[in-house]
C-alpha cells in the first residue's frame, strides 16, 4: 500500500519504521529538515514541506496513495491535512486528535470529515496503565473481544509454585489459563509447547477471561487487589486521562507538578483529585506527601531520565506499583535490566493502533485484524481475528490444522462465549479467534497455516 505520514516527529518516525518492515511504500512529510533526517535511514520517501498545504501534498503523492496519517505538533494541523487529504481523494485518513477537550466530541469531528480514525496516543496510554493499576499484579495487560479476554504478563517469583513446572501439569490442574509467551533472562522468548518447565524470574504471558485471571493468580499466590491510592509524577496529558479514570474508578489521585499554571488547570478539571505544584524529583517532597503509603506511583513526565530516577527511587522505600513512561528507543537494553516496574512506551502504543487498520486494510478475505498488539520489543504479536465463511480454517479441528511453527491459538470467542481451545475445537465463521506468534506480519487469519507444510 501507499502511505503518506504528515509528521516526522516521534510517533511519525516509529509509524514510518513499523510501516516500512509490513512492506508498505512510505512517503513522510515534514516542514524540516532535521526531522526527516530521522527517516533517511529508513527505505522511505522524504517530502520538505508545509503538510498542510495542497502543494506539498501533491508533491509527496497523497492523490496517488491509499492512506494518508497526520501526526504534527497540534490537533488542528492534524484534522486540516487530513481534510485536504480526502479533497485530494485519498480513500482514508488517520489523525492523531490529543486535546482532552476535543474528546468528548471527537466523534462528530470523525464522522464530518470523514475520518478513518481519530487516535489519542495519551488516552490509549492512560487506559492501559488504568488496567494495570485495577490488577497490579501484572506487568502488562492487553484485551480482546471488548475486555471478554485479557493477555496478562507476569513475572513468576522465587517462591513460586510453577517453578520447575510444565505447561501439561499446569494444563491438568485446569487453571483456565494458557500460557502462551515465556521470556526468560535477556534475549529468550518461546511461545511455549506442553513439555515446555517454566523456571523461576520466567516473564509468562497468558490468556485467559478477567475472573479466571483473578482466581489464577490468587492460586499461584500473587496478590490481585487493585491500587487505592495513586501518585502521578508530572501533570501532562496522560496524568489528566489516568487520574480521570483512576477517580471514576473510586481510588484517591494525588498529581505532583512544577508548572503552577498546569497545576492550576488540572485542580480546576480534576477537583476531587489533590494537586501538588512541587518538583517530583524532590526526595523531602515526595516523603512529605505520603509516597511510601501509596499503592502506586506513575512516572510520567515528558523526561524520560527524570522518570526512571523516581521510579527507582520509589522502588525503593515503597512496595508499591511501580509504572514508567519512557519516550525514547534508544537503551531499551538497559531499561530492561532496570526494576522500573511496567514501562510504556506512548509511541508504540499509538502505532499498534495504526498497524492494526492498516492490516484491516489490506485484507482481502474479510477475516479482519480486529486487534493487535506488538510485545518483547516487536519479536512476537498477539492478534484477535475474525473468521468468515471464507476462512479456509473454519470447521477443521484445530488438531488437524497445519499451523505455522511458533504460533498458538490462545481462546475463540464465540458469540460472547470465550473457549479455551483445545485439539478437537473448531474454528467456526463469526468466531474472532485469538492468536499469539513470533511469525510477524499477519494480515489474514489463513495467514496462520503453514502452507509450507503438507500434513501426512
Do not use: W
Amino acid at each position: 500500500m501507499k502511505i503518506v505520514i504528515i509528521g516526522a516527529g516521534k510517533i511519525g518516525v516509529t509509524l514510518a519504521d513499523q510501516l516500512v518492515r509490513e512492506g508498505h511504500e512510505i512517503t513522510v512529510i515534514d516542514r524540516s529538515d532535521d526531522a526527516l533526517d530521522a527517516v533517511n535511514t529508513l527505505d522511505v520517501m522524504t517530502v520538505e514541506g508545509n503538510g498542510i498545504t495542497l502543494e506539498t501534498q501533491k508533491e509527496a503523492g497523497v492523490d496517488r496513495s491509499d492512506l494518508a496519517i497526520a501526526v504534527m505538533s497540534t490537533d488542528e494541523e492534524n484534522l486540516l491535512a487530513c481534510l485536504i487529504a480526502k479533497k485530494l481523494g485519498v480513500g482514508n485518513t488517520i489523525a492523531r486528535v490529543r486535546n482532552p477537550e476535543y474528546s468528548a466530541g471527537i466523534r462528530l469531528v470523525q464522522d464530518d470529515l470523514g475520518l478513518s480514525m481519530a487516535l489519542n496516543p495519551e488516552l490509549a496510554s492512560a487506559m492501559e496503565i488504568a488496567r494495570i493499576l485495577r490488577s497490579p499484579s501484572a506487568i502488562k495487560i492487553d484485551t480482546f473481544s471488548k475486555g471478554r479476554v485479557e493477555l496478562h504478563k507476569v513475572r513468576l517469583p522465587e517462591a513460586s509454585p510453577l517453578a520447575g513446572m510444565t505447561l501439561q501439569a499446569l494444563g491438568r490442574l485446569q487453571t483456565g489459563v494458557l500460557i502462551c509467551v515465556v521470556e526468560r533472562g535477556e534475549h529468550e522468548v518461546f511461545i511455549p509447547s506442553g513439555n515446555f518447565m517454566l523456571q523461576a524470574d520466567d516473564r509468562i504471558s497468558f490468556v485467559a477471561k478477567p475472573k479466571t485471571a483473578a482466581k489464577f493468580f490468587r492460586k499461584i499466590g500473587i496478590q490481585t487487589d487493585p491500587v487505592k491510592r495513586v501518585m502521578l509524577l508530572g501533570g501532562g496529558r496522560i496524568s489528566y486521562y489516568l487520574a480521570k479514570l483512576m477517580l471514576d474508578f473510586g481510588a484517591s489521585v494525588k498529581i505532583i507538578e512544577t508548572n503552577p499554571e498546569t497545576c492550576a488547570h488540572l485542580s480546576e478539571v480534576l477537583p476531587d483529585a489533590t494537586v501538588i505544584h512541587g518538583d517530583a524529583t524532590n526526595e523531602r517532597l515526595l516523603a512529605e506527601e505520603g509516597i511510601a503509603k501509596m499503592d502506586a506511583v506513575a512516572s510520567l513526565t515528558g523526561i524520560d531520565e527524570e522518570n526512571v530516577l523516581m521510579s527507582l527511587y520509589a522502588r525503593s522505600i515503597t512496595n508499591a506499583k511501580i509504572v514508567t513512561k519512557i519516550n525514547r528507543t534508544t537503551f531499551s537494553h538497559i531499561i530492561k535490566q532496570m526494576d522500573l516496574g511496567s514501562v510504556f512506551h506512548p509511541r508504540y502504543i499509538a502505532a499498534d493502533h495504526i498497524v492494526r487498520y492498516v492490516r484491516a486494510m489490506q485484507n482481502s478475505l474479510g477475516s479482519n485484524v480486529e486487534t493487535l498488539y506488538k510485545l518483547v520489543g516487536n519479536r512476537v504479536e498477539a492478534l484477535e481475528f475474525r473468521a468468515t465463511a471464507k476462512s479456509a480454517v473454519c470447521g477443521t479441528p484445530l488438531m488437524e490444522l497445519t499451523l505455522q511453527p511458533n504460533l498458538l491459538i490462545g481462546a475463540i470467542n464465540r458469540g460472547g462465549k470465550i473457549l479455551t481451545p483445545g485439539g478437537k475445537d473448531t474454528i467456526e465463521p463469526g468466531d474472532t479467534v485469538i492468536v499469539v506468534t513470533t511469525v510477524t506480519g499477519l494480515n489474514d487469519l489463513d495467514d496462520i497455516l503453514d502452507k509450507r507444510r503438507v500434513r501426512a
